[in-house]
């Protein structure tokens, strides 16, 4: 296979990772050994309150821990039913307003009529500017016996409103996948 054929073979997958419009990012405490986490309890039964109706529900509260769930046990870790187990996990979630600039756009353009008899110049400038809601969602990974957090995985990514239950849990579980992808560490 030539270097062409590699290249049109990468490009629908990045394409497709680009179009997720997820962004992740993780911290984590450095001397911890993720290797001998084996077992994992629930923090809480849910979220703290955010006053956000839009966040404080339990469809929601439901679906995120499910997807954790699923997303973790996938890995190889066993929900625990008592909090005597080697890390615990809290998740917060909060929608923000967000403001995008685009660029000015500069355009001109040159015309001529029939026979040279008309003609035209045309210079435009514009920008726009729109508002829009992103979905943060961090999951925290804790420490049993001093509730220090010991890795933090965040995602971000903008809002788009549905009506519809599955596709709600299908980008939760989206979601979800890609922050818990980065735990433990490596």
Known sequence: MNMLQRYLLLVPVALV?????????????????????????WQSDKQKSTGDVRVDNSLLNNRIRQAVDNSLSSKGFNKSATKKTDFLVAYHYVIREKDEDSRVHTGIGIGAGHRGSYGGLMLGLGGSDRDYEVGELTIDILDPNNQQIIWRGVASRKIISQSDPAERAARINETIAAVLKKFPPR
């Not at 997820?22 to 986490?37: G, M, N, P, R």
């Open 17 to 41: 990772c680009a179009c997720s419009g997820i962004k992740v990012e993780q911290d984590y405490a450095e001397k911890t050994d993720f290797s001998k986490l084996k077992s994992y309890a």
